[in-house]
């Protein structure tokens, strides 16, 4: 059997490093600034992988990549030991959201689950987005408003420059007092997940919401 002991996280980090790598690779022929980056590589790979021991292997196959060709080949093998977002049921899905009268349902067959670390899906409809957050084997969901205003700006979630809109949840507190939490997000959703390699600001959301 397959070992899976990358996290779709580590996954991704190693994909922006590797394309971090062949940038650098393209930008100069010079060896000691290529080194430079290779040791700048090396530690944040390292550092997000403190608990892998064929850390070392990686690195060096990363280091022999020299074209898209061989880029594709050492992820494709690579992907093979990521931990897959778990996949929910649809009755788990309509569960976490059974406050919602008109729920629609995402496509799953369209998730790569590998590349997944949260699973979102819109109404285009109701203006609804929603979310669900894996995390210590349960599943936690969050869903909110977004606006119709396409804004060009950064993404709460990624932190990467993208076409944005607002997404707001809200929680009620007591009688007709609601908090409200409101940020700027991708619209596409699955390029905002290849950027993720962490999803602190997505946990501590749910939890706010969760409280
Ligand atoms: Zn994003």
Redesign the pocket.
């Known amino acids: 059997m397959t070992e899976l002991f990358l996290s779709v996280g580590q996954f991704h980090k190693i994909k922006h490093m590797l394309q971090k790598f062949l940038n650098a690779k393209k930008a100069t022929n010079d060896k000691d600034t290529l080194l430079a980056v290779q040791g700048i590589i090396e530690d944040e790979v390292k550092q997000a992988m403190t608990h892998i021991h064929s850390v070392d292997n990686i690195l060096t196959e990363l280091f022999h990549v020299s074209d898209a060709t061989s880029a594709e080949l050492f992820l494709m093998q690579l992907k093979q030991h990521v931990s897959p977002f778990p996949t929910p049921e649809l009755t788990d899905i309509k569960k976490l959201f059974k406050k919602e009268k008109k729920l629609k349902l995402p496509a799953l067959e369209d998730v790569d689950f590998k590349e997944t670390l949260y699973l979102s899906w819109a109404d285009v409809g109701t203006n609804k987005q929603y979310i669900i957050l894996a995390k210590n084997d349960e599943f936690h969901p969050l869903s909110g408003v977004v606006d119709a205003k396409h804004i060009k700006g950064v ?6 420059h ?1 076409t ?1 809109r607002l997404f707001t949840t809200k929680k009620k507190v007591s009688g007709d007092l609601y908090v409200k939490n409101s940020q700027y ?2 619209i596409d ?1 699955t ?2 997940n290849l ?2 390699t962490e999803i602190d600001v997505l946990e501590e959301w749910v939890e706010k919401m969760e409280k």
């Not at 993404?155 to 990467?160: D, E, G, L, S, T």
Request: proline share 0%.
């Open positions: 993404c709460a979630f990624c932190k990467r993208s944005t997000i991708c959703s390029q905002c950027n993720l």
